[in-house]
Each structure stands twice: as C-alpha cells, then as structure tokens.
C-alpha cells in the first residue's frame, strides 16, 4: 500500500514538474514522457489539473483528449470559465443560455451574440484556451477542416479569419 501511495506523490511531483516546465516549452521526447505520464496516472493528473493554475495543464487536457478521456474536467473548466464572465448589456435569461452552451451543460447554441467581459487572469486562460486549440488543432488537422467545412460559408469566414489572426490556421 505504502508503495502504491508513493508511486501517486511521485506522478503528482513530476506532473506538476512537466507543467512548469511546459511554460519553456517541452522537447518532443519530453513532451513524449510527459503524455505517457498522464496517460498512466490519469486520476493522478486530473488532480493536479484541478488543482493547478498553470497554463501548462492544458497538456493534461490534451493527452486525455487524444485518448477519449477527460471529459468530466473538460467540462469542469469550460464551466469555471463560463461562470467567470462579466456580461455586459444582457438580460439574465441570456446570460444563463450562453453560460450553459458554453460549460457544455447544453448543446443548444444561442442564436444571439452575448457581449461579455473576461474577469480575473483573462491573460492566463486565453493562453490556456490558445494553447489547447494549438495542439487540438495540430493533432487533429483532417477532422476540424472538415467541422468546420459542414458549417454555413458565413461562419466559415469567420473561423477562418480568426485562426489566421491567431496564426494557427493550417492549410
């Protein structure tokens, strides 16, 4: 039992290791190990996700991702996230929609375009989100061309625009 349990503190040590490292970018072997770590500890690495601040835990998110996994804290953030907006010339019924499209609650997009402000470390989680849609986008370039083809040809344009913007569309 001892060992089990020190095999967990020693996972959690170098996960949180890998994700402070992550913010001086990560070798391809290192980020290699860093997968297959998370992959092995995941309960482990839900842990430290949930309890990290870092941008850098978004490659927990990822590797979990790249698996199938990872929904619940996914989800969890997305809310967090949702729950943090400041929205600004909206009524609360709104508000409620958009916050519960965006924390995944509902897969009801609303039909409006809700105005809001990013409190808090705004910075931070648009890193962590830009980070995230990097490597989503770079392990899976097929698949979201071709979301993003079924789409209207209006909304296109905009996905588009913005990936360009953001230097992360690849043709």
Sequence with gaps: MNGAAGEKQE????????IQASSMSLSKKEEQDFKELVLRNEETA????????????????IFLNSQGKGAD??????????????????NPL??????????????????Y?????????????????RNFI??????????YLTAIEKISKDMQKKIFAVLKRENLYIA
Aim: a negative charge; charged letters at 35%.
């Design 11 to 18: 996972a959690e040590k170098r996960i949180k290791e890998y």
């Design 134 to 143: 990097c490597a989503w986008l770079e392990q899976d370039k097929d698949r």
């Design 94 to 111: 709104e508000e409620r929609a958009f916050r519960s499209w965006l924390s995944g609650e509902t897969d009801i997009m609303p039909m």
């Design 46 to 61: 839900k842990k430290v996700f949930r309890g990290s601040n870092h941008t850098g835990k978004a490659y927990i998110l």
């Design 113 to 129: 375009s809700a105005i809001y402000a990013i409190s808090g470390n705004a910075k931070a989680e648009k890193e962590f989100y």
């Design 73 to 90: 804290i996914a989800k969890e953030e997305a809310a967090t996230w949702a729950d943090q907006m400041e929205f600004i010339n909206s």
